[in-house]
């Protein structure tokens, strides 16, 4: 495909778009091949070329992806490492998340209220969001990952993208819809958007996390960047206007982007830095090779928290945001 034929920006749906990076490669070595992204001259936001089709998706994930109660169960030293993981950064980051959205949205606490998490994943953070006291729920495209969040953690969960939440749920069924590190994987991000608004009561608000290519470790990593390597299950990487032209496009108001927590984009610093120390190659590979190199990517990680917090709150150019905005009508 040609970038004349390419469908065009998945945020603010310009055609004028020039090459970003080619040859880039798979971090995790699932998916053969290379790929390019090109930028959109009008918001600046990145997008894959070729686009996959939909069908091809679910292929490019592979069985040990994101970080669940589950990992390490066959091995006492992984799940003992997972357990401090768990502990040291994973739980932190969520709670850091789960504190920024409430916050933003003017509220202390979540009783009476209901939250739809969608692209769920492992439910983990779900569980942060119930503790505060919200009646949450999940949506995931994975089927394996739906029935370990119903039938393991107890949080009912269903099966369908984004854009078909609405054939899921009522319209107006819930207070908060939350989305972390989705939007970029989908191949149709107004579609999704529009998913979440239907699903929204009037006066409700919607948090998506996502990487922003218009940010500092973008420009200093280039296509080792973790967030651009995560191509081809990475369709597109937003721009902060992009993103907001989107949200705008989908009926919402008051769109605001909060950083997201140092401690987390650090772990951006310290993935694209020893690209052998993900979760995958971690839990999915054998011996001590992959755990040495986990072990050194949270090393680099914990010393990149104090340049993400100025990146963050100083430059206000942060790697990874929670974009958060209303739908229009009463509280």
Known sequence: MSVADHPGCLYCGGRDLDVLY???????????????FLRCRGCGSAVLDPLPRTEELPGFYPGVYSFGGDLGSGSRLKRLLSTAEYRAF?????????????????????????????G????????????????????????????????DLGVPARCADAAAAADEYEPGAFDLVTSFFLI????????????????????????GAVPFTDCVQAGVFGRRWIHTAEAPRHLSLPSRAGLATAFREAGF???????????????????SL???????????????????RRALGAAVTFAAVPWCAFENHVLGRPSMGIAVARKPGAS
């Open 22 to 36: 080619t040859g880039v490669t798979d971090r995790l070595g699932h998916v053969p091949g290379e790929r390019t």
């Open 90 to 118: 994973v739980r932190p980051a969520y709670t850091a998340q789960v504190r920024k959205v409430v916050r933003a949205c003017g509220w202390r606490r979540g009783e009476g209220r209901r939250l739809l998490d969608v």
């Open 120 to 151: 769920c994943g492992r439910g983990l953070r779900l569980l942060e969001f119930r503790a505060r006291g919200f009646e949450v729920a999940g949506l995931d495209v994975l089927p394996d990952v739906v029935r370990y969040v119903r039938d």
């Open 184 to 207: 970029e994987h989908v191949p149709d991000v107004r579609a999704a958007l529009a998913g979440m608004f239907r699903v929204l009561k009037p006066g409700g608000w919607v948090a």
């Open 253 to 271: 108001e008051g769109f605001r982007i909060v950083p997201d927590s140092a401690l987390h984009c650090g772990g951006q610093v310290g993935s």
């Open 274 to 292: 020893v690209p052998g120390a993900t979760i995958t190659h971690a839990y999915g590979g054998r011996g001590l090779g992959p755990l040495a």
